[in-house]
């Protein structure tokens, strides 16, 4: 079965630390790999993607993913992390190819951060 | 450029009563997806649909859900009767049909007493 899972369900962290988000996902055959970002009360919106290519993406607000291939993971990170990163983020996967396909979402982290 | 417009933003109601939940995709985009998030079970797809045809249901949870794209910039979710389970949040969001990113709109908060 098609799945997602997030290893962690809430993370609370200070500002400046290190940010690192578990993600894997089963999913038969070629993925395109996301995370979204839902702020307090917002939609959600996508922090970065990955189709194909280099395996480490770059999104916005200094995030950044990996895609492991072998371990079926797309793990997020942020080197520091602010105040204003406080959200709820989710990693989501389809598969490749298939047009219009929808997107299969892990349960997400909420992310708390102190100032 | 407008994004996914849904309505109506909030929406609280009693037991029984019909609910329609509404969403007009960007314009171009030409696949359609709702979603329910709640709490318990996170962010869960209902339905999709690509070019106005609905191509994957099994998430509709019973016969009370039921939703109809009846042109490229509109679609409906409606639940009758509405029970106090079926309190969430349903999201709307479209895509380019291969693009694989979706929008998302800005949800309909439905509390059913």
């Known amino acids: 079965a098609q799945s997602v899972s997030q290893h962690n369900h809430h993370v609370i962290l200070s500002e400046a630390a290190s940010l690192e988000l578990g993600c894997n996902y089963s999913y038969g055959g070629t993925v395109n790999l996301f995370w979204y970002v839902q702020y307090p009360g917002q939609h959600l919106q996508l922090l970065l993607k990955y189709f194909s290519g280099d395996p480490l993406v770059k999104g916005i607000k200094g995030f950044e993913a990996e895609f492991i291939k072998s371990k079926f993971s797309f793990n997020l990170r942020k080197p520091s992390v602010q105040w204003s990163d406080t959200a709820e983020y989710f990693c989501a996967v389809n598969g490749v190819g298939q047009a219009g396909t929808a997107l299969i979402f892990g349960k997400g982290t909420t992310l708390s951060v102190s100032s | 450029d407008a994004g996914v417009i849904q309505s109506p933003r909030h929406e609280v109601t009693e037991m029984g009563q019909e609910v329609t939940l509404r969403c007009k995709p960007i314009?171009?985009?030409?696949?359609l997806f709702w979603y329910r998030q709640t709490m318990m079970r996170g962010l869960e797809l209902l339905i999709y649909?690509?070019?106005?045809?609905?191509?994957?249901d099994s998430g509709m949870p019973e016969d009370r859900f039921s939703a109809k794209m009846p042109n490229a910039s509109f679609s409906t979710l409606k639940i009758q009767p509405s029970e106090p389970r079926d309190s969430a949040v349903y999201f709307c969001?479209?895509?380019?049909?291969?693009?694989?990113?979706?929008?998302f709109g800005e949800g309909s908060r439905l509390t059913v007493l």
């Open positions: 649909f690509n070019n106005n045809v609905p191509i994957d």
């Open positions: 314009s171009g985009h030409n696949s």
């Open positions: 969001a479209s895509s380019s049909q291969g693009a694989g990113e979706l929008f």
